[in-house]
């Protein structure tokens, strides 16, 4: 995969991010495959299904330390305990 140098990814990037690039995988919702990406995701964590957040804070933390992003939101921290 070619890198990222931005956080706005076009149709064909999407389509080759694998499943476990993506916050919701199985709706390929909230795309990871970069930090930048990561602190997209915890921006809009806010706008994700309310029965879906757990698996999305869970994922969000998973690529951060992945991708050694400082997760701040204490909300997400909350939502991965759930």
Known sequence: ?????SD????EER?????SDYGLPDLREFPMPDAAHVRS?????RYAPEDRKAELARNILRKAEEFGVNVHSEIIQSWAQQ
Do not use: I, P, V, W
Request: net charge negative; aromatic share 16%.
């Open 1 to 5: 995969m070619k890198t990222m140098y």
């Open 41 to 45: 995701a915890e921006a809009y964590f």
């Open 15 to 19: 389509k080759e991010l694998s499943d």
């Open 8 to 11: 706005r990814l076009d149709a």
